[in-house]
């Protein structure tokens, strides 16, 4: 192939969405740009993801089926992009789909901005039965959630330290990205995108966002997406902002904007914090083993918000 049409992985795990899987891969297929390839990733399902994903390799030779133990999605994510050969990489979701030409579309983008190693660019939100309504967030509404920054990480990491600029399917990477930033966080059980972009970021990786509107994928909504969880995300955001935050912000050489991002975390930690004691009950051991490594400063800070709030609440009465 030549240089204006590389070949670009896809990958997609999949793990019991034998009712989405062929969906997804679909989406992929039938790119405008043609030279692709998709690995689909097994991760140890117990329904017919296998003969679907087996099925459809027989009708087109881009796809390529790898099965494993189940490990979970990082896991998956790992073993997919081990597999491919792409000079860029995109993650799809089994549940989700892509726009025709977001390949198309990131590959120009690319040829725009020579040094950026993420492309990305907003995605679309749709009802499980529902694809022809689109939204701009996970709510179903249109509230725009996703904030548009490029560059490093001066620029990037000031909003990576305020939630997720975005969901994995929205971008596409430069293999070197791989190389620089490492595997997928397999010890997380949601939110490890947002840690890839952080890792990425403290990388000196280059963002760069786009408005085309043919960079969207679509994100599936139902009852099974592992988004739903509103505790367990919480659980993580804690140990992000508890150990992975600061590790990376410690890498920017700005030492201003770094105590400034660092405090910003700590403030967001604090909340966070008190929003799980509020979920889970001050007094659990899961709480407290939560907690653990965290300083008795800001646990007194977070007691003490939760103590005014319960007196606020009550004056309320």
Known sequence: MSSDSPLVSIIVPAYNYAGFVAEAIHSALQQSHRNIEVIVVDDGSTDDTAAIVRGLTEKDTRILYVHQKNRGLSAARNTGI?????????????????????IQAHLEHFRQMPAMDISYGRSRYFLSGKPQATFASFELDNQDWMPCVSGSASTVLPA??????MPVCSAMLR???????????TTLKSLEDWDYWLRAAAGQCVFGFSEDERLAAYIRVHDTSMSQNVLRMKKVQYRLRLDNIPHCVAALP????????????????????????????????????????????????????????????????
């Open 160 to 165: 990576l330290i305020v939630n997720n600029i």
């Open 175 to 185: 293999r070197s990205v791989v190389t620089r930033v490492g595997d997928f966080d």
């Open 254 to 317: 700005d030492r201003t904007l770094s105590r400034t991002l660092l405090k910003d975390n700590t403030r967001r930690r604090l909340r966070c914090l008190a929003a799980i004691a509020r979920a889970t009950g001050i007094w659990q051991r899961e709480f407290w083993q939560l907690c653990r490594g965290e300083s008795p400063v800001i646990l007194l800070k977070m007691l003490n918000r939760l103590l005014q709030s319960h007196l606020g609440s009550k004056g309320d009465e």
């Open 82 to 102: 081990q597999h491919s050969t792409g000079e860029f990489i995109v993650l799809l979701d089994a549940d989700d789909t892509l726009h025709p030409q977001k």
